[in-house]
């Protein structure tokens, strides 16, 4: 079942959820759970939070119906998760409710928010709200088998632990996982990223609260489990008459799912409505800002942001440039009036194969014969599910990997991991935090690998530092801060510096944007859209969002379950699939969805 624009009606629950009528007079018995007299199932007033002496939340006025899904978006910042986490009692060491009014159904937790005990939260959270943390790698107990994690959310609120363990079971198989029984005994790493997310939604709907906060539930998928993962939230909010407040940073999947949408800036609501008004015409600037920077699914690399370079399949044949300006030329028209100028082919990948080993004698073929070519200067994207042999082929390229057949040619010639090829061919990670060692300071990661291959003298790696924190667009004040110090976007741009210190080929950007907000996202995509004309760079682009790769690449490759199924200019590829798993892949793009709703505004 899917959402529809504006509040749903919702059959009365028997403890009271969604009862459609306010009382007659204030002293008259309200039922525990009933929504408040506005018709609000959450009222908040005047929410206030602050870390220390600083206040980071100002006054936050927020409305959720029964039955609503009203989605909280901003930038990285802006106070979503902070407001989010306040509600529930949640917040960090240090982070403290200062003032505000938040009423759930007709109860007040008006001062209660950072001071109610244990025992009182937990007739709160899971029982009327559940909460879908963003990350299941770390929301998930490691070392707890995944049913016994499920079962522990029915038995803190009373269930006995061997009829928890049968309903875990049960709930798994709500959640769409196959072999539920099996599901149950198996621990967090041995299940995907999507499973382990259906998980995390099994647990926050267990009790079937009223209100369920989702937390960024799709920010590090791919389109197709993001897809499956939002479906199963709206078919089991729906089934039962739940509220949805949804955290996200992706406008399309707000203006996909949402009934109404709250703009938060700094702390303070800035705009909000229903959601075709709010992200199909937007009023305040910050909005506007917002919905602009939305890569999207008809906008292609502009001619003038980088050089005009031809992109060839894995047959080489030389294909149109893939590149008009936004003006909305068509790739089509534009190389009928420019023909395309073949340049030479500087990335090749013929025939890869990769296995690896499973027990004694099963082996998985993560990567199974794959080819394609990169011509200088141009931007190769290959895209597919998680699993799909994204990363696998990107490690191959690098050299970090050795194929069990096929080979990887710069310049055709064969190349391995020896030490010119590291040179020639460095990896932006999708995770700047974790690739950036906190010990150093913002000059010494930059200078890194200029000290791994021996270049220069320390005042020279320094000056050469400095240099290419200011081609990103970096403070040369930030070169004495740690990653801890600094924001997403620039860590990330950090870490693209360090990639171009040794002087690279070729930059393989390992989902560079999934974490980053759309404003910062567009940030670092038009830097990398100059860098490669300023430098004539080759990007090889892995990425799940398929927004961003039309918008990055020349020509894209899509894999499934290891083998390249389709390759051809990003136009093509995208508005005329010739495999069904391709048109698959594009028909789970939030804005594909949106276009069914003609009350709602297609952000792409």
Not at 163 to 192: M, N, T
Not at 387 to 402: D, H, P, Y
Not at 550 to 572: I, K, M, S, Y
């Amino acid at each position: 079942m899917t959402f529809t624009t504006g509040a749903r009606t919702t059959e009365p629950r028997a403890t009271g959820v969604g009862a459609a009528h306010a009382p007659e007079t204030p002293t008259a018995p309200v039922p525990a759970g009933a929504p408040t007299p506005s018709g609000a199932l959450l009222r908040v007033r005047g929410l206030r939070v602050a870390y220390g002496g600083r206040e980071v939340v100002h006054g936050v006025d927020l409305d959720v119906r029964p039955g609503e899904v009203v989605a909280l978006v901003g930038e990285s910042g802006s106070g979503k998760s902070t407001t989010a986490h306040a509600l529930i009692g949640l917040l960090p060491d240090g982070g403290r409710v200062t003032s505000g009014e938040v009423v759930l159904g007709t109860e007040p937790l008006t001062g209660l928010l950072s001071g109610l005990q244990p025992n009182a939260w937990r007739r709160v959270r899971g029982v009327r709200v559940g909460l879908v943390p963003q990350d299941p790698g770390t929301a998930l107990n490691p070392v707890e088998r995944v049913g016994e994690q499920v079962a522990e959310a029915l038995v803190v609120h009373g269930t006995p632990r061997r009829a928890a363990r049968e309903r875990a079971v049960k709930i798994l198989r709500d959640v769409g996982l196959d072999r539920p029984a099996q599901r149950a005994r198996q621990y967090p790493h041995q299940l995907s990223g999507g499973m382990r997310q259906r998980v995390l939604v099994g647990i926050a709907m267990a009790c079937e609260p009223e209100l369920v906060i989702a937390d960024e539930p799709t920010s590090a998928l791919d389109v197709t489990v993001q897809r499956r993962v939002l479906d199963l939230l709206a078919d089991l909010t729906s089934r039962a008459g739940t509220a949805v407040l949804l955290i996200t940073h992706d406008l399309a999947v707000a203006a996909d799912r949402a009934d109404r949408v709250v703009v938060l800036r700094d702390g303070v609501v800035v705009e909000e409505g229903p959601a075709g008004r709010v992200l199909g015409a937007p009023e305040h600037p910050y909005t506007r800002e917002l919905v602009a920077a939305v890569p999207g699914q008809n906008t292609v690399p502009s001619a003038s942001n980088a050089p005009a370079a031809a992109g060839t399949a894995a047959s080489g044949t030389p294909a149109t440039s893939g590149m008009p300006a936004r003006s909305g030329t068509s790739a089509t028209s534009r190389a009928a009036a420019e023909p395309p100028v073949p340049r030479p082919v500087v990335l090749a990948a013929r025939g890869l194969v990769k296995e690896f080993r499973l027990g004694r004698r099963d082996r998985f073929r993560a990567v199974d014969d794959v080819s394609f070519t990169v011509p200088q200067g141009s931007a190769f994207a290959l895209v597919g599910e998680s699993g799909s042999g994204k990363s696998t082929t990107a490690r191959l390229v690098l050299g970090l990997e050795r194929p069990d057949a096929g080979t990887v040619e710069l310049d055709g010639a064969p190349v391995g991991g020896d030490r010119a090829t590291r040179r020639r061919t460095q990896l932006v990670h999708q995770d700047p935090y974790s690739s950036l060692d906190p010990r150093f300071t913002v000059a010494a990661v930059v200078a890194e690998p200029l000290r791994a291959h021996r270049v220069g003298n320390r005042a020279e790696r320094r000056d050469r530092a400095a240099q290419l924190l200011e081609d990103v667009s970096l403070s040369p004040d930030l070169a004495r801060r740690r990653p801890a110090e600094l924001s997403g976007g620039q860590r990330q741009r950090v870490a693209i510096a360090r990639a171009l210190a040794p002087d690279p080929d070729v930059l393989v950007l390992d989902e560079p944007t999934s974490a980053l907000d759309v404003s910062v996202q567009a940030r670092v995509l038009d830097l990398l859209a100059r860098l490669r004309a300023e430098r004539g760079l080759t990007y090889l682009f892995i990425s799940h969002d398929l927004a961003v790769v039309r918008q990055v690449a020349d020509h894209v490759g899509v894999l499934n379950a290891g083998r390249l199924v389709e390759t051809g200019p990003v136009g093509q590829v995208f508005d005329r699939p010739a495999h069904p798993y391709t048109a698959e892949l594009i028909a789970a793009i939030p804005g594909a969805r949106t276009r069914r709703h003609p009350d709602r505004k297609d952000l792409t």
